[in-house]
């Protein structure tokens, strides 16, 4: 069984002010995790991935994702935030099987001020 | 590549019509999965394959939802008889075992809306 749990719904920063979308999974299996972004009328575009390899990950766009094991979180950050970051924030837990499949969260609403 | 490719962009149709969603999976992949998305249940996965063979359904909402992959470069999504409550984008994803990744690839969905 896998589960993932997206701690805030809605999170609004400043332009130019760190960002931090928290996420916490559950998984029988060692996971892979993803977050995807959703900009308004458009598809989910992959941001980063974590696959047991390094457990910070780098994706696009200046965010990055630590892989906690012990804490079972897998944190979304990014320095400084950008107007064009304003957006959905899906993180995902996949099981490691070939037809294990993807468990989404809820979402985080990500608004960013002028 | 092209991507996920969907069609039609934009469905609208009266009630009790059937509606048929059109799915091209990124050449390569094995897997291929379908999402509804509302804003009053977010992101719902529907049902997906494994090379081509259903392997959960379980998100299927009823009867009147059915998807069929007849090969690996295509899968359709079915609604027979449409009702207002089915209005949604729906998503296209596929996704491949290679390198166990396994990160899914979005199409850029289907706006369904029933009168």
């Known amino acids: 069984a896998q589960s993932v749990t997206q701690l805030d719904s809605h999170v609004s920063v400043s332009e130019g002010t760190p960002v931090l979308l928290r996420c916490n999974y559950s998984?029988?299996?060692?996971?892979?995790l993803f977050w995807y972004v959703q900009h308004p009328n458009k598809g989910l575009q992959l941001l980063l991935k974590?696959?047991?390899?390094?457990?910070l990950v780098k994706g696009i766009n200046g965010f990055e994702a630590e892989f906690k094991k012990s804490e079972t979180s897998f944190h979304l950050t990014k320095p400084s935030a950008h107007m064009s970051d304003a957006a959905e924030y899906f993180c995902v837990v996949r099981g490691n099987t070939n037809a294990g499949k993807s468990t989404f969260g809820d979402g985080t609403t990500l608004t960013v001020k002028p | 590549d092209a991507g996920v490719i969907q069609s039609p962009r934009h469905e609208v149709t009266e009630m009790g019509q059937e509606v048929t969603l059109r799915c091209k999976p990124i050449s390569g992949h094995n897997s291929l999965f379908w999402y509804r998305q509302t804003m009053m249940r977010g992101l719902e996965l529907l049902i997906y394959f494994n090379n081509n063979v259903p392997i959960d359904d379980s998100g299927m909402p009823e009867d009147r939802f059915s998807a069929k992959m007849p090969n690996a470069s295509f899968s359709t999504l079915k609604i027979q008889p449409s009702e207002p409550r089915d209005s949604a984008v729906y998503f296209c994803?596929?996704?491949?075992?290679?390198?166990?990744?396994?990160?899914?690839?979005f199409g850029p969905g289907t706006r369904l809306t029933v009168t």
């Open positions: 974590y696959t047991s390899a390094a457990t």
């Open positions: 998984s029988s299996y060692s996971p892979s």
């Open positions: 994803a596929s996704s491949s075992a290679g390198g166990g990744s396994y990160e899914q690839y």
